[in-house]
Nanobody, 125 residues
Framework: VQLQASGGGLVQAGDSLRLSCAAS????????VGWFRQAPGKERDVVAG????????FYADSVKGRFTISRDNAKNTVYLQMNSLKPEDTAVYYC???????????????????WGQGTLVTVSS
């Protein structure tokens, strides 16, 4: 499966953005999907993840209540809605796909075999 992340940009603190992760080559419903981010000089951290059917989700503590992950398997796309953005959310955001059984989620980046190219989110104060 190939993944294409998009939707990043420059916004002000408090604004919203919606990132999209479009899959091609295989149906995205075969995979759990995660969003990760990497700020300059820092490690890549998990942001959120969603199971194959969208029934199980998890979020990093730093984004709980502000970010929402969702998927539209009919459109072969996974989304990350980001509200109340903060300057510390500034990073390159990546989506990734993992082979899992139905209902499973994957928290570690080591569990993801397929990665998109990343989209830059910059939040100014």
């Amino acid at each position: 499966v190939q993944l294409q992340a998009s939707g990043g940009g420059l916004v002000q603190a408090g604004d919203s953005l919606r990132l999209s992760c479009a899959a091609s080559g295989r149906t995205v419903s075969d995979y759990a999907v995660g969003w990760f981010r990497q700020a300059p000089g820092k490690e890549r951290d998990v942001v959120a993840g969603i199971s194959r059917a969208g029934t199980v989700k998890f979020y990093a503590d730093s984004v709980k209540g502000r970010f929402t992950i969702s998927r539209d398997n009919a459109k072969n796309t996974v989304y990350l809605q980001m509200n109340s953005l903060k300057p510390e959310d500034t990073a390159v955001y990546y989506c990734a796909a993992a082979h899992t059984v139905t209902g499973a989620i994957v928290r570690s980046p080591l569990g993801y075999a397929y990665w998109g190219q990343g989209t830059l989110v910059t939040v100014s104060s």
